[in-house]
Each structure stands twice: as C-alpha cells, then as structure tokens.
C-alpha cells in the first residue's frame, strides 16, 4: 500500500526536534538542547552506551515522557497538541522483543493495530482484518497467522510486531532495538525490511547497540556521546573516534570494497572496560 | 471461518449445560420435584398451563429454590467475569478478583455487622460497602505516591488486604464465640441460603449493568493486556480504561461476596478453563467465562444441598474441587507455563 494515501500532510517535515533536553531528576540533565530534523521517508539510528538516553530519548518522542524545555513537531504540529487518538494514527510504536510475549493468536495481535481507527467500544470488523491479512502477507508472515504468538521464533515476534505497526498504518513508526536478541540472519533482515519502508515513504526511528545497523539500512544517525548528541548522515558521522566516544573501545570504520559499504570494527577488546563489554562483544561478531 | 463456527459450538454447548444444571438443581433437594413438573411450574409462569403439581412444588421452586439459583449464577458469573478481567490487565494468570482487598474488605464489613446484631439485610450490605471502600482505599495509595503503574497499585492491595485482615482479627478476637463468632466463621465459608429475594432485587441491576460493561470493553480489555506502554501507543486512554474495568469488575466481586459470603477459587480457575477452550481473546473469554463461573456455582450448590443431610459450606467444596481442578488446568498447558 502507498503511504502517501494514508499521509495527506503537507511539506513540513515528518519530525522536528528543537532545543529538546530531559532530566529525570531536577537540574541532572540527560540531555541538553538536542536538535534535529527527519523528512518523510528517512530512517534514524540512534545510538549510545547504556544509560547514555536513547530510550528516554524515544520515550519522549512517543510522549511516555515529558521533556523539561524544548519543542517536538509531529509533521508540523507541536505533539503536545495532538490527541490521543491522533497520534496513534500518525506514529506507531514497536516494542523491544521481550515485551510481548503474549498468547494471541497472531491475526488478533496483528489488527490490534486497528485500535486508534475504531469507534469507541468497537471492535475491529471484516475490513480490518482484510488489512491485516494484508499487511502478514506483504511481510510473507501469512502462514503464521492462525498460531499464537507464544509459539513462534523471536525473528518471527519480531516480523509480526512491525506488521502490526504497518496495519496502524501510521506514517511514522519507533522501533526499540528492533535487532536485539535476534540471530545474526535475523538482526539483518529486520535492517533489511527497516530499509524497504523507508523506501515506501515511512519514517522511521530506532534505537540500536549494533553500530553497523545505521551503515547498513542508510539514512541518519543520532549519537549519543560524552553529554553531546551528534546528528548527520551515517556514513559521514560514524569514524573510529565516534566509536572510541561512544563506547569507549579503541575501534575503526573500514570503507571495505568487497561488500561496497563501510563496516565497524573493534580492534582492542579491553576486558576491563566494564559497561561496553557488550557492545564489545557485538562487534566481534560482525 | 471454522474458528467461528467452533467458538459457536462452545457457546451453545455451555448454554446447554448452563439450562441443564439449573433444572437439576430446582428439581433436587430434600423436597424432590419431578424434572417435567420443575418445567411445567417455571412455564406457567409464562404461559398458564392447567396445574399438575401441587402447591408445595410451586412454593419450592418459585419461591425457595429460584432466587437462590439465580442469586448462585449471578455470583458464578460475576466472579468469573472479573477474574478474567483482573487476569487480563494485570497480565497475570494468578491474580482473582480480591487481589485489591475487597474481600478482606467484605468479611470486615459482614464481621462488624454480625457484632453489632445487625440483620442480614444489614450484614450484606455492610459486606458491600466495606469492600468497595477497602478498594477505593487501595486506588488511593498509588495516587498520593504519584505513580499509576499496576505493580503499585497490587502493592497497595497487599497493604491494604493485609490491613484489613487484621480489622477482621481484632473483630474476631472481641466477638462472642458461641454465637457471634461461629455466624462469621460461617459467613466467611459462603453459601447461598441467604439469597433472599429483596437482595437480589437490589444487586442483580447494577451486577447485570457491570457485566454488559466489561462486555462493551472487551477490545479495549485485549488491547491493555498488552501492558501500558503498548496500549498507550495504540491510542488507548489507559489510566480511563483501566480504572473502568477495575470499577466493574471489583463492584460485581464486591456484590458476589455480599450476596453469598467469601467464595474462593471460582474467580481465580474459571478464566482458565474458558481459555482452554477459546484462547486469550476477551471478546470470548469474557462470555465464556460467564458461563463457566455459572454452571460451577450452580453444580457446586446442588452438590452442597445434596451431598448430605446438613448443607456444606460452598468454600469448602469449592476448595476441594478447585485445587485439583486447578492442578489438571496447569498440566494441559504447562508447555505455555514458564517464566
């Protein structure tokens, strides 16, 4: 299905983000005046060590939390004026893979998404599940649909969980580590079907640990590193300085012909190097 | 649509055996009434039948045995519906209706009554009150702390379950024990003898009004079991909802142990029998449960009437069957029983 039929907003941009800054306790800022802008159609990859404010920084943008100064505009509109239900419909969300183990059958979970398109008290109909029939079979998921959730692999959760987000048939769509606790063939496929959308016009957001995601899917990355937040296209902002920033490793981005795109890579794993153990332990695999 | 058709299947079946179990149990008792005779009497009312029974039947079964069966189902009913509702939206298979303290409430309220000499008229509805208000008290707690997750609002339950449990102690320990004592025990055991018809009249209104709530909620109720966060996501008023399904289902809880005293077990196993049969989905957990929690709260009253000469407090058969029932439930799902 075309975005476009779904998303009749004008030029502005599908997200803007201006002077935003959190703290969770008074004056004990997480971030500060963070800026950035995406259009229709591109992916952002944020990341950062642990701790270092990517989810909170998807939490705001979801409005689970509420930032301490600062602007976000949802194609233009300021997202605190947005309602509730309109907001379901313009921004989907995808949750972290271990958050939804639950025993729906996976048709059911899937035209969920039909939520913020029903009246109140209403429940989904024939049309909605048509859509949702539609969108399991874009994403060649339609021979799962008669299972529970609870029955399949975490690759398949994970495929099942963005088809849901496409039948809330939201233009923008936030996704928490959407590779985590996949296997390797799964962590690209799902950066794989990330890409795909972006081409179809979604807009997408997602957090990550893995550093080649933003090198692999294209499009923006948001770094967060010693207190600042770096912002620019992935191939130009990730170095091995950026991932010595990050994670505090000693590591190289490599332009590597044979596979024609440039690739991450740690080149001293320092045991005592504490919370990046597991990054560090990521990179080996790649 | 075979998933319809069999759901179809499982509804008309447990209305079957729903019909079955209340003519059985207008029929049987210490004054038997013939199966055709029971029928005849309830049509009549109907339509007027020319009268082949006498009246002792009609007396019996209009009179004696009818509200207290439908006092028995409405209570099956309601325990189920908000067991069901309570295990949805907390995510927990474990949680039954009392988890926010109205049935400590309840008994404290019934306890205080039976002190005070009161009726019994009195003694259920000082049961209502005190369950509701032990509840609202637990809703409270999360508010003056600020924080609206569910684990908060469990944690004060427990406090305030446990606060109460210690009211009904002390009302214990001052009761007289040969006569004030011996009528709480009882009360907290349950039983339906004292569905009279008055209380009926008063409750089933607003317990019939709950269930068709919880029903129009049904979506929403699946939507909120994928916990908060995702909910809010898809456009759901969570704090809204939530607290309209926890208004029901406590306020149906709080009239069932007012009707019929502490009836364990039914509202924590009904829910998962009817998930045997029609998996997660509220939109026919709920009915389903509905009609499960009626048919064991009319076969566990016939079986307390019946099973010997003086009548057996439906706690404890409803312990007696529940456990091991409880146990047989576990093992046909325990692949899906993990973390």
Redesign the interface.
Known sequence: MNIDSINDSTLSPALSVENLSFAYEKGNYLFKNLHFQLEKGQILQILGANGAGKTTLLNCLARQLHPKSGVIRLFGRDLRQISRLELAQKMAYVPQLSASLCRFKVIDYTVMGRTPHLKALASPGEADYGLARRYLADLRLSHLAEKTMDQLSGGERQQVQIARALTQQSPLILLDEPANHLDYGNQHRILGLMTSLAAQGYTLIATTHMPDAPLLTGGFVGIFAGGQFLFGPSSEMLTGQTLEKIYGIQGKVLDIPEIGRKACFCLQPQANSGENRKTVSINNQL | MT?KKKNRIIFISLSLLLLGCCILSLSLGRYPVPFDQTLSILLHKIRPLSAAWNEDMANVVLNVRLPRLLGGVLVGAALAASGATYQSIFRNPLVSPDLLGVSAGACTGAALAIVLHAGTFMVQMLALVCGLAAVGLTNLIPRFFRNQSSLMLVLAGVVVGGFMNALFGILKYVADPEQELASIVYWTMGSFANIKQPILQALAPGMLAALAVLF?????I??L???E??A??????VGLTRGLCILCATALTACAVCLSGAIGWIGLITPHFARLLT???A?SLLPASVLIGAILTAATDWLARNLTGAEIPLSILTGLVGAPAFIILLLAQKR?IQ?
């Open positions: 998933a129009l909620l049904r979506w929403r699946n939507v079991s994928l916990g966060r995702e809010a996501s898809l456009g759901i008023n998996g997660e989905d939109r899906k973390e």
